[in-house]
């Protein structure tokens, strides 16, 4: 019951900053790797000849647990040969992602995560609401949520293709 009341709190909190609004973050390309592989180098004309997803990543938080799992979803993003870093006033997949210490005395244990995947089509125009996940986090998993989150975005990418056209 306790953790339930945790969770929908944290929910509400997140949620609420996500739409406050964030500030721009560099975001970085990245592929989605399966857990413990290791990435490979890919050729720049393979890179040039596949089209790849443009994506920005958007943190709120000042947790360190968090801070670490944004870095770690924009480099996943960064090594990847289906995204790549969205430039100006294209249309990208935006993830606006909030992160906070699970327990506030403890910030460096675990932290909470929710992220909004919107479609952006120009800056000063409304993102389009795609899907949102939340979830907790610890050092150790870092890398598999982030290949976790850049896999989800692969398959809303896929779902909602029409929109790049």
């Given at each position: 019951m306790y953790?339930?009341?945790?969770?929908?709190?944290f929910t509400v909190i997140c949620f609420g900053t996500l739409f406050a609004g964030i500030p721009n973050a560099q975001a970085q390309e990245v592929s989605p790797q399966r857990p413990g592989s290791t990435p490979r180098a890919v050729p720049e004309a393979?890179?040039?000849?596949s089209p790849r997803i443009p994506v920005i990543v958007e943190h709120a938080g000042s947790d360190p647990i968090g801070i670490r799992l944004a870095f770690a979803l924009k480099e996943t993003f960064g090594k990847s040969t289906l995204f790549r870093l969205a430039v100006g006033e294209e249309k990208k997949i935006?993830?606006?992602?909030?992160?906070?210490?699970?327990?506030?005395?403890?910030?460096g244990l675990a932290s909470g995560w929710?992220?909004?995947?919107?479609?952006?089509?120009?800056?000063?125009?409304?993102?389009?609401?795609?899907?949102?996940?939340?979830g907790f986090t610890g050092r150790e998993d870092l890398g598999d949520v982030a290949v976790s989150v850049a896999s989800r975005t692969e398959e809303i990418a896929k779902r909602f293709s029409y929109l790049f056209e």
């Open positions: 953790r339930e009341l945790l969770v929908a709190i393979q890179k040039e000849s935006t993830l606006r992602m909030a992160t906070k210490a699970e327990f506030t005395d403890r910030p929710a992220v909004i995947w919107l479609f952006t089509e120009q800056s000063d125009v409304l993102g389009f609401y795609l899907e949102s996940d939340l």
